[in-house]
């Protein structure tokens, strides 16, 4: 398909493409000094990871939609010939890195007419619906083809029809010519930069770029996770929360029995990301605090002595973190659809480096929560004044989001690290869940232990609550925003939360670590059970979005317009115009 037909009228790309409907984080300008101020390798390094990192985002592009290279090749066309309507349809397509996605109004967003996001994504046959894959998988398993199954239903493969079946390729060998691009810039950089663990490591994924082999992977993710001391910072993330076909083969309880009778998981294919960054110690050295009570957090986990998990009391925990001043996010880490990452915590559960001894690394972006103009902070005023407790503004704090996520990411450490790929398209909004309740539970025992002060654990409930309110009910698709829903369910249910009939917010600060309490332990029972039937009706009972949550959103539309959002890199280009 080379000829596309516009979606989107001009007047609303001239809406969406507008200040006040596309938000804009600006990452590392051409004269900051936390690049200036780098050794004079490091600098060289930084070009050559800036330059593998864009050329990471060209195949995540693909893994996404297969009618996004084409498209863009069409939007660069049209614009050559003066076709505005192409120009403005460019921003919104450079800005969600795709031909679809969702605005944070929960609008499918198509850039071009007759192209929808399919359930497999860019990694499935684009015809290729949820009823034939199942037929088709169950189909190969009769026949005996367990190994060509197995491939099919793994993270890491683009997979094509052959007849009646389906065959499946590494992603290494079919974006053979850019990951071998990618290693010639990575191994440039490996021989500037001036950090020996980070030459390592990148030496490491430079093997794994080369040749198809997760266990090289694997050595390349175990080395990443120890990184602590290094100027630049420099990520290949792979996360499995956007495929919604590869995990519905267990929803086919024939399929299900075969593959637990031949011990082959099904887990979502990988999405590809790309980070480039040089470490703020500062910032660094705050988050590294938190180290110490690890071990705390890991002993007052539910039910902890019926599964393993990455942190353990008494030992040393396998988690370093570093705060990072961004230069560039690619593919799937800068995708602004509805929202973009504040940090991430990798490797996931479901990587291989997991099972060698690999511990795992939080990295948290700088640019991405600091609010830095007068115009946001009116903003988020005007937000507070609509929806929360006049009373409680009080307690507001933007940092303590920050504080927030801190405990989110870590919590991802926490709780049973294996087996829970079982619970299927679930796994990903229980996980995240997961995550935000163990932030909100350990609240009582952080501040005991002298991580928080009384007032910062208020801060943190009450910015939690006020920042998880939603401009609308979120697909099943968006595991971040469902979790959200979930969880003000939940506290609304338990007596936590409370929405008055004109959508005003109060928090009732004593009962939500309580609450938070109760959830954690339905969670983590869940995630040890691994019972898919059980997750699903969790999930469910949860995902209830009522006529509160309804108010609450119409009142954030009002005097939030944002829809879309973008980010500027301006260090990043100027090296990538570089020779």
């Excluded at 007419?113 to 015809?127: F, M, Q, R, S």
């Excluded at 894959?133 to 083809?145: A, E, V």
């Excluded at 083969?249 to 299900?256: C, G």
């Excluded at 163990?438 to 952080?446: E, I, K, N, Q, R």
Aim: glycine letters at 6%; a negative charge.
């Amino acid at each position: 398909m080379s000829d596309y037909v516009l979606n989107l009228s001009m007047e609303e790309l001239e809406k969406r493409t507008s200040k006040d409907y596309l938000n804009t984080k600006k990452m590392l300008d051409v004269d900051a000094p936390e690049y200036t101020s780098l050794a004079e390798g490091d600098k060289q390094a930084l070009k050559h990871l800036v330059k593998a990192a864009y050329i990471l985002e060209r195949v995540n592009k693909q893994l996404d939609n297969v009618h996004n290279l084409p498209f863009e090749k069409f939007l660069n066309d049209e614009i050559k010939k003066g076709n505005k309507q192409a120009e403005l349809t460019k921003i919104l397509y450079d800005a969600q890195k795709g031909v679809c996605a969702i605005d944070r109004e929960t609008n499918v967003i198509e850039l071009a007419k007759g192209v929808h996001a399919t359930l497999g994504k860019g990694c499935y046959p684009e015809d290729l619906g949820k009823a034939e894959f199942q037929q088709i998988i169950l189909r190969m398993l009769k026949r005996g083809k367990f190994d060509e199954v197995k491939t099919i239903l793994n993270q890491r493969s683009v997979v094509e029809r052959k007849g009646d079946e389906l065959v499946a390729t590494d992603y290494v060998d079919k974006f053979k010519d850019e990951f071998s691009k990618m290693a010639d810039e990575l191994e440039k950089a490996s021989k500037v930069s001036t950090n020996k663990d980070f030459n390592e490591y990148l030496e490491l994924q430079v093997k794994a770029l080369r040749k198809a082999d997760p266990m090289l992977d694997a050595y390349a993710d175990k080395k990443w996770a120890t990184l602590q001391d290094t100027p630049l910072e420099f990520t290949i993330t792979r996360e499995n929360y956007s495929d919604e076909l590869t995990e519905s083969a267990i929803e086919n309880d024939e399929i299900k029995e075969i593959l637990k009778e031949h011990n082959i998981p099904a887990i979502g294919k990988d999405f590809l990301g790309g980070r480039v960054g040089i470490i703020n110690k500062k910032g660094t050295e705050e988050l590294l605090k938190i180290k110490t009570f690890l071990p705390v957090m890991a002993e007052n986990m539910p039910f902890k002595d019926e599964y393993v998990q990455n942190i353990s009391a008494g030992k040393d925990s396998k988690q370093t973190m570093v705060d990072v001043d961004l230069v560039m996010v690619s593919g799937d880490v800068g995708e602004y659809r509805a929202g973009i990452t504040l940090a991430e915590n990798l490797p996931n559960d479901d990587k291989l480096s997991l099972t060698i001894g690999g511990g795992r690394r939080n990295v948290y972006h700088r640019q991405i929560r600091l609010i830095t103009s007068e115009d946001s902070r009116k903003k988020l005023q005007e937000r507070l004044d609509a929806i929360l407790n006049k009373d409680q503004h009080k307690y507001y704090n933007d940092e303590a989001d920050h504080w927030f996520t801190i405990g989110h990411e870590n919590a991802h450490s926490l709780g049973p690290n294996s087996g829970t790929e079982a619970l299927g398209k679930y796994k990903s909004i229980i996980e995240e869940n997961k995550a935000d309740i163990t932030s909100l539970a350990m609240l009582d025992v952080l501040t005991e232990n002298g991580m928080y002060t009384q007032e910062q654990k208020e801060q943190i409930i009450v910015t939690y609550a006020a920042d998880n309110m939603l401009k609308s009910k979120p697909t099943m698709s968006q595991a971040h925003r469902v979790r959200s829903v979930m969880q003000n369910y939940y506290f609304l249910k338990e007596g936590a939360l409370e929405i008055s009939p004109d959508g005003i917010l109060t928090v009732h600060i004593d009962k939500m670590v309580p609450a938070a309490q109760k959830m954690l332990k339905e969670i983590i029972r869940i995630q040890i059970d691994r019972d898919f039937a059980k997750g699903e009706k969790y999930v469910l009972d949860n995902f209830q979005w009522t006529k509160e949550m309804e108010v609450m959103a119409d009142k954030i539309k009002k005097v939030s317009k944002s829809l879309n959002g973008r980010v500027e890199e301006p260090l990043a280009q100027k090296l990538l115009a570089e020779d």
